[in-house]
């Protein structure tokens, strides 16, 4: 009985997630569009990408390349992923090797990969001694700044990945955008992310995966 609810609850958070991405389409989108080879791990174990500022203090370290299996449309695949780890915060999470090399700019780490006619991207941060509130604040004041409007907030269930967060998101010119924001003890990690609104389905499982994962250095 307690595995059969511990199955049910994964699945309704899965559902959950892909359920929000998929909504804010007028029609609902398409899956993914076929993508290329998968990559090759986008760098040797225990790398430091260095931040493009020198006082910005962020850097993701890489590291190990694991194989786990996921379910994609229905169906279970075994996928690649990389282990990251920011620091000086501790943060970690593994994203697909799909969405290649990651870079520090402007104190974000920045994964970015062309997916159909479009671009997916993923801006990770970490604020510092900020509560939840102010991060999602700053976040959503970002987006205004692009001159988008983000949608209603959403918190995000906490089993998820233990913290609590909140999120939102938004359909622009095909373009799903949005954040999520999370308070890890005392630190608060922001994902912004934007992808074609033709791959929310594809890109919804690798963000799944990603934010499932999230968890703090021992």
Request: hydrophobic share 35%; with cysteine; charged share 20%.
């Amino acid at each position: 009985m307690k595995l059969k609810q511990q199955i049910l609850c994964t699945a309704a958070l899965f559902l959950f997630f892909l359920t929000s991405a998929c909504s804010i389409a007028e029609n609902g989108p398409p899956g993914l569009l076929p993508a290329p080879e998968e990559q090759s791990p986008p760098s040797q174990e225990h790398d430091n990408v260095q931040p493009d500022e020198p006082d910005s203090g962020l850097q993701v370290h890489t590291g190990s390349t694991i194989s786990m299996e996921t379910t994609i449309e229905g169906m279970t695949e075994e996928v690649k992923v990389v282990e990251y780890t920011l620091t000086p915060a501790g943060i970690q999470y593994h994203l697909r090797v799909l969405m290649g090399s990651p870079s520090v700019e402007g104190g974000q780490v920045v994964y970015q990969r062309a997916m159909g006619e479009g671009t997916a991207e993923l801006m990770v941060e970490v604020l510092e001694e900020t509560p939840l509130e102010e991060a999602a604040g700053k976040a959503q004041h970002t987006l205004q700044q692009k001159g988008f409007t983000p949608g209603q907030t959403e918190k995000v269930p906490q089993e998820l990945n233990g913290y609590e967060g909140t999120r939102q998101s938004f359909l622009h010119e095909d373009q799903i955008h949005g954040y999520y924001a999370f308070d890890i003890e005392a630190s608060c990690l922001i994902i912004y992310y934007s992808y074609p609104a033709e791959a929310a389905d594809g890109m919804g499982a690798v963000m799944h995966e990603m934010l499932q994962s999230i968890s703090i250095e021992d």
